[in-house]
């Protein structure tokens, strides 16, 4: 027995009739008739009686009637659960690669899910490519569109880079910073290679934190984004070695499947993700 054939016993006690069951329930009335038997050789229990061309419930119904009320008014509560949330409701998961969660999203989440108290959001750190297939994650941002699927896909910002070395005379030849395989195609790793660097590097990690705090000690060289490197600059205060413009943009991408299964959340996650995107912009278009 299912919710369906319980709407069939409480629709015909108030219409009084199969054929006002069943243009209540948009179906024919021939099915009223053929589920409520069968309905009624499940149960074990006679539910109406004809009198006066009207079908009147046993005291056997009225006890069944009582709980199917009590399920309606459950069902009419759990609907209004998101009402007294505004906005979106769920869990939003975020791929992101960690500089990107660390030092732009996640400063910024706890306004956001303030604003959205039927928000969860959860931070996906890896370099390796989303499978929204297997829907592992509801958005991805990412440093370059994908090679090949049907995504919805927004540029959230370009950042320029520069290459940073320590100043001449350096005790010992710097370090080579670089990122993981996996991030070869992004233009840090590109440049890197064109100078014969990245076969040569020597700490290897996909968490700029680590990276920018080698470059600060002035023993290693690398390729920061601009927010960066501005900050680098102010603590070196005029000591920052070599800085050399790349003329090179990255493109940081929010991908997210079409047909997305929570389109107005993510659509509310979009959002997030753009405004605070926006600090890392080096210019506007």
Partial sequence: MNWDDLRIIAAVRDEGTYAGASARLKIDETTVGRR??????TLGLRLFEAADGVRKPTRQCEMV????QAMAAHVAEIDRIGENLPGPVGRLRIASTNAVAAEVLSP????FLVQNPGLTLQFLTSSENVKFSRWEADLAIRLRKPDKGDFAISKLADVRLYFIEPAGGAAAEPVVCAYPDELDPIPESQFLKSRGM?????????????????IQN????????????QGEAARRQGD??????LSRRERVCACRRNGNR????????????????????????
């Fill in 198 to 214: 990245q076969q040569r590097a020597r700490c290897v990690s996909d968490n700029i934190r680590v990276l920018r705090t080698l």
């Fill in 108 to 111: 910024r989440a706890g306004h």
């Fill in 240 to 245: 920052a070695g070599a800085v050399e413009n």
């Fill in 262 to 285: 929570v389109a107005d959340p993510a659509d509310r996650e979009s959002a997030f993700v753009a405004n605070e995107t926006r600090d890392i912009e080096s210019f506007r278009h």
């Fill in 36 to 41: 409520l038997s069968r309905i009624q050789r």
């Fill in 65 to 68: 009637l009582a709980h199917v």
């Fill in 218 to 229: 002035h023993q290693a060289v690398g390729v920061l984004a601009n927010d960066d490197l």
